[in-house]
C-alpha cells in the first residue's frame, strides 16, 4: 500500500487530489474525504505527502516496498497529461 491516509485528521481540502500526477487520490462523496481509490498505480513520488496542509499522508517509498511490482509509467504520464 504506498500511501496511507490519516481519515481522522483529513479536512477534504482536495490539494492532494488536485496535485497527485497519476489521479490516485479521490476524494470521497459520502465523507468528503480524500481516499487513495487507485492506491495500486502510485509510483510514491511524493507529492501528496509534501503538500497536504495538514499532514494526513504517509507516502511508503518503493524501496520499502516488495520488489516483484513495476513502474506504471504509463499511468503516471498519463496523470501528467502526456501521451504515448
Ligand atoms: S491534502 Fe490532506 S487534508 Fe487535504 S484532502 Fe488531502 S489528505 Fe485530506
Ligand atoms: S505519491 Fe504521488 S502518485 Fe502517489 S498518491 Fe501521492 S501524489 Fe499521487
Not at 482536495?14 to 480524500?34: M, R
Not at 517509498?61 to 498519463?78: D, H, I, Q, V, W
Amino acid at each position: 500500500m504506498p500511501i496511507k491516509i490519516d481519515k481522522y485528521a483529513c479536512t477534504g481540502c482536495q490539494v492532494c487530489a488536485w496535485i497527485c500526477p497519476g489521479n490516485i487520490i479521490e476524494i470521497e462523496a459520502e465523507t468528503k474525504k480524500a481516499v487513495a481509490a487507485h492506491n495500486r498505480d502510485c509510483p510514491s513520488c511524493g507529492l501528496c505527502q509534501e503538500r497536504c496542509p495538514f499532514g494526513c499522508i504517509e507516502v511508503i517509498r518503493r524501496s520499502a516496498r516488495s520488489g516483484s511490482e513495476t513502474f506504471p509509467m504509463k499511468n503516471y504520464l498519463a496523470g501528467l497529461g502526456i501521451k504515448l
